[in-house]
Every structure is written in structure tokens, then in C-alpha cells.
């Protein structure tokens, strides 16, 4: 039995990591209006793989893969989105999800719109 619980843990710390890590990258957009560092062919290819894994997951009724797969193509379907949009329905987009509570002046580092 302790086998299974260390397994168990491993694969929540695991599904945990790949979730978080689309939220730095979703966050920087949000907030710097910028996707001229994002690939579009590789969230192209990222996404699909998120449709793949949910789909193979529904396939097999496991919860765990369907529940972390929802998440990570909503956030990698989000990214690529926010790379497809026009300048001016992105900074509409950041601008909306942006909270309340944060400085809206943005980063030190966004780019000043080209004249």
C-alpha cells in the first residue's frame, strides 16, 4: 500500500506542475499585451496534443486525465489564442482579465505601440 500512496503523490505533483506551468506564460500576456516570443506552430501542436490526451482520457473514464487536460488546454488554447488576435482585441481581451487590484500602467518592458 505505501507503494500506491507514493505513486499517487508523485502523479498529483506531477499533473500539479504541467497545470502551473501554462500560468506564468498566460500571465506575462495578460499583463505585457505581447506574443511576439510565442510560437504558433508549437501551441498549435500543443494544443492538439491537450485534445488527444482528453480524448484518450473521456476514452477510458479516468477523471484525474480529463480534469488536468481541461486545464491545460484551456490555458495553452488561451495563449495561442492571445497570439492569434489582432493588437487591438488582444489589449481588449488583457484588459478585461487584468484584476482590479493590479497596476494597469503594465510592465516596465511593454513594448510602446509603434507609431
Request: glycine fraction near 6%; charged fraction near 15%; proline fraction near 6%.
Amino acid at each position: 500500500m505505501p507503494q500506491f500512496h507514493a505513486v499517487t503523490v508523485v502523479s498529483l505533483f506531477a499533473a500539479t506542475l504541467s497545470m502551473v506551468s501554462y500560468v506564468p506564460q498566460a500571465w506575462d500576456i495578460i499583463r505585457s499585451r505581447n506574443t511576439d516570443g510565442i510560437s504558433v506552430k508549437t501551441y498549435i501542436v500543443t494544443v492538439a496534443g491537450f485534445v488527444a490526451w482528453l480524448t484518450y482520457g473521456a476514452l477510458i473514464r479516468q477523471w484525474a486525465i480529463i480534469g488536468q487536460n481541461i486545464i491545460c488546454l484551456g490555458l495553452s488554447s488561451f495563449i495561442l489564442a492571445m497570439k492569434l488576435l489582432p493588437q487591438q482585441k488582444k489589449e481588449a481581451v488583457a484588459e478585461t482579465l487584468t484584476p482590479p487590484f493590479v497596476d494597469d500602467t503594465g510592465p516596465s518592458d511593454r513594448k510602446a505601440p509603434s507609431s
